[in-house]
């Protein structure tokens, strides 16, 4: 058995550990305590000085194909001028498998795991990051991604997703695939439906509630979504608006369940926030992604106090400096001065993992699950830890122990 001791344990499933350890055996944890317990004076303690053991962390939104664009979407003053800007760049990088794409996924991977990130739920059009993913040894759930506000025959194209879902799954088989439908505003209610009635029992994701513009199409149509859509030639003049906000109108398509991530919320009004908790849906929340974009800072304290399960995503380089996920919890912290640290940590470790079905293994440190652990290096004689990391801890305070 391996262990790894230091200043600070914090298991995320328990109260935090002074002086405690982790004990190690082929890849698992096998047992952890408080240093007056398990007789393991004997372990060294780390070198550089006082650390904090905790789980990985856990990403639950990012667009890894998108890492090219890291400084070329500059921030917008409204969404619709950031989607705008996004896609005219996309178009000219028509070849996902161009060097540059996936020399930046590739770089993407690395720095998020230099970051303490263990576990990744990635959104895909072209599937490409799963390979690497795989390749790479970052544990995934990829969201194969679908757009299509004119379809009107959704089994077609979901026939066509899940056949390359399968290709793809024979080749890197360590990563998860599901599908998952872009936004209320890009998938058509025939597509929504085809892709609901595919994967019954599978998770799957969807951006929801991030821009005021998007719950003005749903309530009224038109506004600048609709001339979006109809100057990229995807308008659909049969559509007609549900008069709902977003939580509902996904409701209507059975999406509503413990199975959904839903991205950003930023517009959702406290019931649809209740509404997510009472279905045991999840909230992803990437508050940095969401000033970039133009859409106004998530109302964070609000997310918590409704009781829904909070994870924590990056969003892609396209929206965001980095992909380092403690960024995004002093992102959390900045806004909601009143959240305990403890719900923030939870966020980014333990409900990230369980909304990407990898609760079993990852997000906290408890004993039978996967060690997964990040050492994060803390100043002497401090004596706040939680709080601590949430104060933006960059990647060179970060190592990850070793697992057997
Ligand atoms: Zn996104």
């Given at each position: 058995m391996?262990l790894h001791?230091?200043?600070?344990?914090?298991?995320?499933?328990?109260?935090?550990?002074?002086?405690?350890?982790?004990?190690?055996?082929?890849?698992?944890?096998?047992?952890?305590?408080?240093?007056a317990s398990?007789?393991?004076?004997?372990a060294?303690?780390?070198?550089?000085?006082?650390?904090?053991i905790?789980?990985?962390?856990?990403?639950a939104?990012?667009?890894l194909?998108?890492?090219?664009?890291?400084g070329?979407v500059?921030?917008?003053?409204?969404?619709?001028?950031?989607?705008r800007?996004?896609?005219?760049?996309?178009?000219?990088?028509?070849?996902?498998?161009?060097?540059?794409?996936?020399?930046?996924?590739?770089?993407?991977i690395?720095?998020?795991?230099?970051?303490?990130?263990?576990?990744?739920?990635?959104?895909?059009?072209?599937l490409?990051?799963?390979?690497?993913?795989h390749?790479?040894?970052?544990?995934?759930?990829?969201?194969?991604?679908?757009?299509?506000?004119?379809?009107?025959?959704?089994?077609?194209?979901?026939?066509?997703?899940?056949?390359?879902?399968?290709?793809?799954?024979?080749?890197?088989p360590?990563?998860?695939?599901s599908?998952?439908?872009h936004?209320?505003?890009?998938?058509?209610?025939a597509?929504?439906?085809?892709?609901?009635?595919?994967?019954?029992?599978?998770?799957?994701?969807?951006h929801l509630?991030?821009?005021?513009?998007?719950?003005?199409?749903?309530?009224?149509?038109?506004?600048?979504?609709?001339?979006a859509?109809?100057?990229?030639?995807?308008?659909?003049?049969?559509?007609?608006?549900?008069?709902?906000?977003?939580?509902?109108?996904?409701?209507?398509?059975?999406?509503?369940?413990?199975?959904?991530?839903a991205?950003?919320?930023?517009?959702?009004?406290?019931?649809?926030?209740a509404?997510?908790?009472?279905?045991?849906?999840?909230?992803?929340?990437?508050?940095?992604?969401?000033?970039?974009?133009?859409?106004?800072?998530?109302?964070?304290?609000?997310?918590y106090?409704?009781?829904?399960?909070?994870?924590?995503?990056?969003?892609?380089?396209?929206?965001v400096?980095d992909l380092?996920?403690?960024?995004?919890?002093?992102?959390?912290r900045?806004?909601?001065?009143?959240?305990?640290?403890?719900?923030?940590?939870?966020?980014?470790?333990?409900?990230?993992?369980?909304?990407?079905g990898?609760?079993?293994?990852?997000?906290?440190?408890?004993?039978?699950?996967?060690?997964a652990?990040?050492?994060?290096?803390?100043?002497?004689?401090?004596?706040?830890?939680?709080?601590?990391?949430?104060?933006?801890?960059?990647?060179e305070?970060?190592?990850?122990?070793?697992?057997?």
């Amino acid at each position: 058995m391996i262990l790894h001791r230091a200043a600070w344990v914090v298991p995320i499933a328990g109260p935090v550990l002074r002086d405690g350890w982790v004990g190690v055996e082929a890849g698992r944890i096998v047992a952890l305590g408080p240093s007056a317990s398990g007789g393991v004076e004997a372990a060294p303690p780390f070198e550089q000085g006082p650390h904090a053991i905790l789980p990985a962390l856990v990403n639950a939104h990012t667009h890894l194909e998108l890492s090219y664009m890291r400084g070329l979407v500059p921030p917008a003053a409204s969404f619709d001028a950031w989607v705008r800007a996004l896609i005219s760049l996309r178009a000219t990088n028509p070849d996902p498998l161009a060097d540059g794409i996936v020399h930046a996924i590739r770089n993407a991977i690395g720095e998020a795991r230099a970051a303490g990130t263990g576990v990744l739920g990635d959104i895909s059009n072209t599937l490409v990051p799963a390979g690497m993913l795989h390749d790479l040894g970052m544990p995934a759930h990829v969201f194969h991604e679908m757009l299509g506000f004119k379809v009107t025959a959704g089994c077609e194209m979901v026939t066509a997703a899940r056949r390359r879902i399968d290709d793809v799954a024979q080749r890197a088989p360590a990563v998860r695939i599901s599908l998952a439908p872009h936004a209320p505003y890009s998938v058509s209610p025939a597509l929504l439906t085809s892709i609901a009635e595919a994967m019954p029992d599978a998770i799957t994701s969807m951006h929801l509630g991030e821009s005021p513009e998007e719950v003005h199409f749903l309530l009224h149509g038109g506004g600048p979504i609709q001339a979006a859509l109809e100057s990229f030639g995807v308008w659909n003049p049969s559509w007609t608006p549900p008069r709902c906000g977003p939580v509902e109108y996904v409701e209507k398509f059975g999406l509503l369940s413990e199975r959904l991530l839903a991205v950003h919320g930023v517009q959702l009004s406290y019931r649809e926030l209740a509404q997510l908790s009472f279905a045991n849906a999840t909230l992803v929340t990437c508050p940095r992604s969401n000033r970039w974009v133009g859409v106004g800072n998530p109302p964070v304290e609000q997310f918590y106090a409704s009781g829904v399960r909070v994870a924590i995503g990056t969003d892609s380089l396209a929206s965001v400096e980095d992909l380092n996920l403690f960024a995004e919890m002093a992102e959390i912290r900045a806004l909601g001065p009143k959240i305990p640290a403890r719900s923030i940590l939870e966020s980014a470790t333990r409900l990230g993992a369980e909304a990407l079905g990898f609760g079993d293994d990852y997000g906290t440190i408890e004993p039978g699950k996967r060690a997964a652990l990040i050492a994060v290096r803390v100043p002497e004689g401090m004596d706040d830890v939680e709080e601590y990391l949430l104060s933006g801890i960059g990647p060179e305070d970060v190592r990850w122990l070793t697992e057997a």
